[in-house]
């Protein structure tokens, strides 16, 4: 095999499981997008997919599925590195077994010149979430559409399950691409909190857990009611956790949101909600001139790692004083904020009012009410996403506004308390009030 590297500094092979698991999430849509796709192809006898950066074969095993629906076909892996690339040529092969399509694995850069010359001219080439991972971005899509036969495909997927887009979804042939792309080449690393001592991130967070689902009415609007069950253990934390969250929109353009959770042995809960917001509705309007007011007169200081000390400092002073409404992009920090504020009447469990923004061009504005003792303010820095409508999101093209216990409460026993214990439960309310203001 030829000596090929990635760019990015990361251990692919010990990010295989995280692989497999996020293609096992995938998998139902990742065949939907398959079938879409083989589909655009239409009549062609055997179709060659090319699945550039393959990482645990999930969407390669559903190009054999959908190809063998299709009569027959090739799929070729892609991928720098080896160990990745035998694991899943090894999945794929066992999916396509018995059937007419053929499963071939191709190690190489995808930022190299020769990439052309490694792979069969494809009438459709997939490349989910490996573009940022390449140096030049712009030169890589380039070299991408270059391993196409006449007519084909190349359909490109930077975000995660609810993002997998097609290419128009990043605006290929339209002014801009490249200072899009490079914006986000230039921000995304930098940022990356992996690896970083004290931060414990979780391989499947709640986030991405299979809830039981309930859609509700009542007078004030409809609503969706969620339960989930986390097991003892799960992810290495205690306690049988039984989590509910329940969404209501109602008529007055509120959306309100409330958590819930009981355990079977003492463990540590918090919960938010990380919406982002644009109230220009527009992500290429960045949100800077968005005034923002927050009702917290402290913050709590935060490391290099993004892990706060454990202090509550005034915010007078400091970029982070919001407490007169001013544009968010006034003081912003290079690196923008990623900060948690302490609520007026931080404790009270009130429900109050936590924050306020108006977007000046539309007049929209947001209120957030909380009964949280904090709120985390985050401009969206290090987003690089396809969000609505297939449009590209980058850095302060939203904020979101988090109502949440401390960060690293169960470490900073001064901070309000995270435990949960048997015959106790946690509670978490916020609502977004949406309106006009002109
Ligand atoms: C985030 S994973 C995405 C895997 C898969 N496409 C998906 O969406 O689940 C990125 C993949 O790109 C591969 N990769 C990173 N740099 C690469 C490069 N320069 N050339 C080819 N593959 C690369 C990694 O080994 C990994 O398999």
Known sequence: MAHTHTHDNIDWPA??????????LDAVYDRQVADRLVGVLGDIAEPVVVDIGSGGGGMSAAFAQALAGHGGGRVVLCDAVGELLDAATGHVRDVAAGTAVVVEAVHADASSDQLADLLPPADLVWASRVVHHLPDQQRAIDGLTRLLAPGGWLALGEGGLSTKCLPWDLGIGEPGLGDRLTAARDNWFVGMRSGMSGVKSLPVGWNKALWRAAPFESPAGPGLRLAHVSPDGDQGFPGRVQVGFEYQLTHDNRLLMSAHATTDAPTVVSMTNHSYFNLAAD??????????????????????????????????????DFTQPKPIGRDLPATGYDDNLVLDGSGSGQLRKAAFARDPTTGRTLELWTDQPGVQLYSAHWLHTVGKRGRFCGPESAFCLEAQHFPDSPNKPQFPSTTLRPGGAFTWRAEYRLGVDR
């Open 15 to 24: 990010r295989l499981a995280a692989l497999r698991r996020a293609d096992d």
């Open 283 to 320: 992500p290429a309007h960045k949100v800077l001139d968005t005034e923002l007011q927050i009702f917290a007169p402290a913050y709590t200081p935060r490391d290099a790692t993004g892990i706060p000390t454990g202090e509550v400092r005034p915010v007078a002073g400091t970029s982070l």
